[in-house]
């Protein structure tokens, strides 16, 4: 069974850094692809990173591209994903969720099986 969890967020100053992990446990194929989406109130949730265990290939938006970095600690039964998040703006700020996938080729979160609880990211200008 796959299960994950978020945790990192917090509340930051425009300019600050802050870095997410989402630990994913329990390999099955379901859960090749990981991903980290953020919701605004009132906004669609949105793919901002993700990583493939097999060959660490990644995605970045264009919206966090230069600012956001994703990574992989990739062992045996147990994943840990990463979110740097540097040079933070106001339009960040939102609930921070990973979820697993088996593949993605849109980065949409139909996409994605597994889910984790979300984290709170906010962001003062």
């Known amino acids: 069974q796959v299960q994950v969890a978020e945790s990192g967020g917090g509340s930051v100053q425009a300019g600050g850094s802050l870095r997410l992990s989402c630990v994913v446990t329990?390999?099955?194929?379901?859960?090749?692809?990981i991903a980290w989406f953020r919701q605004a109130p009132g906004k669609e949730r949105e793919a901002v990173a993700g990583?493939?265990?097999?060959?660490?290939?990644?995605?970045?938006a264009d919206s966090v591209k230069g600012r956001f970095t994703i990574s992989l600690d990739n062992q045996r039964n147990t994943n840990t994903v990463y979110l740097q998040m540097d040079s933070l703006k106001a339009e960040d700020s939102g609930m921070y969720y990973c979820?697993?996938?088996?593949?993605?080729?849109?980065?949409?979160?139909?996409?994605?099986?597994?889910w984790g609880q979300g984290t709170q990211v906010t962001v003062s200008s």
């Open positions: 329990g390999y099955t194929p379901s859960s090749n692809c």
């Open positions: 979820a697993a996938g088996p593949l993605s080729r849109q980065w949409l979160p139909g996409e994605f099986v597994h």
């Open positions: 990583i493939y265990r097999g060959n660490f290939g990644t995605y970045i």
